[in-house]
């Protein structure tokens, strides 16, 4: 059994800022998962797929014909999920009514969630922050100013695979 995810990835340089804040959740508040991870914005969560079932998944991600064009997301100051065991503390897009979008026309050709909405975010601390650091840290990140935006120009398969996501296969818009 495979772990599989589809997202979009922001530009290098994006990346680069991005995992600055990673960095510093993990350094000043443990939260070190997130920093190991790459920054994106996940359109499809993981899920999990028969080996044998790959090269279907591929195909149907090869094959997909999207009518989503090439847009821009804007990416301005941090959010959070206050979640009591797992809080999650991210960069916040200013509308999702694109992302959601593409949502909507991936998930019926891909259809391994029965979830009707996604929450994009780009993800600076989870998983392993505490709910004591989380308090902390958004004390100081909620009143934080960032500003950015990248072109969404393609979608991303990820597969799961010797302790880190790696690319298997890319869609252009």
């Known amino acids: 059994m495979s772990l599989y995810f589809i997202a979009v990835v922001p530009h290098k340089e994006l990346r680069q800022k991005a995992k600055v804040f990673s960095k510093d959740f993990a350094d000043r508040f443990g939260s070190i998962k997130s920093f190991q991870n790459f920054p ?11 080996g044998n079932h790959e090269n279907i998944l591929v195909d149907r991600f090869s094959l997909m014909k999207l009518k989503t064009t090439p847009f821009e997301v804007f990416l301005k100051n941090f959010g959070c999920f206050p979640n009591r065991d797992k809080p999650v503390i991210f960069i916040k897009p200013e509308s999702s009514t694109e992302l959601q979008s593409l949502y909507d026309e991936v998930h019926p050709m891909m259809k391994f969630h029965t979830y009707a909405k996604i929450f994009p975010h780009l993800t600076v601390a989870y998983k392993d922050l505490s709910p004591e650091n989380f308090q902390k840290a958004w004390q100081e990140y909620q009143t934080k100013t960032f500003e950015d935006s990248f072109l969404v120009d393609k979608i991303c398969l990820f597969k799961h695979e010797n302790k880190k996501w790696n690319l298997l296969k890319i869609k252009y818009l």
């Open 40 to 50: 994106h914005i996940t359109i499809i969560k993981p899920f999990h797929l028969e």
